[in-house]
């Protein structure tokens, strides 16, 4: 396969496993080409390393091919969609033309009295409310069966005005015989009863169906109150109708005309913009650019920035722009939207979406070319979380560890840079402490762990996390204190149930969010001390169940047990050892008093 001056796999690691659609450039950074897919990554990947299986049309446009671009949606559906907009938009070269009168039908309710509610390709602007577009006229016909087995609702096209159906002007026909219509052309149905079925067709077309779901079950209690059991059971298979109903999701609302769309995600040096360009309900241009801070500027700013700079290149003239939050540009032409709801919230989440995305795909290709930036990164992230004053390079973190009040010990690991420094390990054998006391334990340990530091001149942590909640963090700032380094470095204990993390003096915990790396990294460092801790009191334990063993035969005690293990190595080297190696560590006595109680 040709593939020239174009490195696919760079692009390809961008790419996610997600719904949505590709764009592919050619040296002049024209769009020659536009696809969808369900899984982008697989899509792509497969012009590239699947020789054998595409045309040799399909060769010839991947030997075009030099850059390539992508959006990522919410479904399979939305990508069809906005496929489809982006080839009657651009045209491109290697796409199959789409004839401008093909569009995918939507849903009206007509601008009238008695409102029809029908299917259709051609958007009127007269007021009507149009929902979809649709992927297929199937999907189309289907929520309009639904809707129609729900409400009956005239499909004439009288004019039902007042004075017509006062002045008796028209008469009910086949529809209403057969159930298919209440009769409003002779007032056997009110606007006020037709226009409550109108409100909740709207509310399923929007995807809404809750409100509709509880309008039904008061009326189903209404109609059983009242014995009506009949009234009650079709309202009840109604409800299970519209139960069983999954709404689909669309990528535009036609009701949207000639609007920008804008969203901003960045990072300390970083910002990122995503544009989306609808026109007449399609989204027509979609577009992330990056932007390098210089002077701390605000995210304001730089979407204030990124607009001018995308209106310019587009050469759009839209009167109205949605932002995620209010900025400070003063132009009477222009609309500024934040939405909080409807059509245009949903088209900003996407855009937010996109540029989440793409922010996430530029950080990890920087941090893979200079691990450096994910350190800062993380550790800044890190600092703003637990409200520290300077980054936390290095962090050490103890953890204690007792069976039923024997052989207590302690752990202490050391973090550096976000990551374990295991030379600097360290264990502590409890001393003064008898019976299971964490409060007691942790006050031994961080004491004679920071009195070693000013013992040594040793440089102090950035952080000191202790695992336990308020208890153990108390009992390590009172000791902190009586050293003179309170408040020369800062210390917090992380609660294992809810991982919650205490601060002295401070009755309240914080809650760090579940995904955030500055809590992967806190229990990555509990986690660690917890096993370097039971690791090393595992080992006290079974010295001392053996010392326990030997100790039971008469003449040995606990310091010619351990003179025994130290030598032998194992308890079964010393049962397998005869009178004279025996005699290198035992007097004669205790070497046969061994011997008798091994059998020997």
Known sequence: MIQGEFDYRKHLVKIPHKPGVYQYFDQEEKLIYVGKAKDLRNRVSSYFVNDRMVNAKTRVLVSKIRDIKFTIVDTEIEALLLENNLIKEHKPRYNVLLKDDKTYPSIVIKNEPFPRVFGTRKIIRDGSKYYGPYASIGMMRTMLEMIKSLYPLRNCNLALTDSNIKGGKFRVCLEYQIGNCKGPCEALQSSTDYNHNIDDIKDILKGNISTVVKHLNEQIADAASNLNFELAQNLKDKLDTLENYQSKSTVVSTLLHDIDVVSIASDNKYAFVNYLKILNGSIVQTQTIELKKKLDETDAELLELAIAEFRNRFESTSKEIVVPFDINIDDPTIKFTVPKLGDKKKLL????????????????????????????????????????????????????????????????????????????????????????????????????????????????????????????????????????????????????????????????????????????????????????????????????????????????????????????????????????????????????????????
């Open 349 to 600: 989440e996407l855009s937010q979406k996109n540029v989440l995305f793409f922010k996430k795909s530029k950080l990890e290709q920087y941090e893979k070319l200079n691990p450096e930036l994910r350190t800062e990164r993380v550790l800044t992230q890190m600092m703003n979380d637990l409200h520290l004053t300077s980054l936390p390079r290095h962090i050490e973190c103890f953890d204690n560890s007792n069976f039923q009040g024997k052989y207590p010990v302690s752990a202490m690991v050391v973090f550096k840079d976000g990551k374990p420094s295991k030379k600097d390990y360290r264990h502590y054998n409890v001393r003064t402490v008898e019976g299971p006391n964490d409060f007691a334990t942790m006050k031994e340990v961080i004491g004679r762990r920071y009195s070693r530091v000013i013992e040594e001149q040793q440089q102090l942590p950035d952080l000191i996390i202790v695992d336990g909640g308020k208890g153990q963090l108390s009992s390590a700032v009172e000791v902190l204190k009586e050293l003179n380094l309170y408040h020369k470095v800062p210390i917090i204990g992380i609660a294992k149930r809810l991982e919650e993390i205490y601060y002295p003096n401070d009755s309240i915990p914080l809650y760090i969010d579940k995904k955030s790396e500055s809590l992967k990294i806190i229990q990555h460092l509990r986690d660690e001390a917890h096993r370097f801790g039971i690791t090393h009191h595992r080992k006290r334990r079974d010295k001392g169940t053996l010392n326990t063993e030997l100790e039971l035969i008469d003449g040995i005690g606990n310091k010619t047990a351990e003179n025994l293990l130290k030598h032998f190595k194992s308890v079964k080297k010393i049962r397998e050892a005869n009178q004279e190696e025996l005699l290198e560590v035992l007097n004669l006595k205790q070497a046969q008093a061994l011997l008798n109680y091994f059998g020997k």
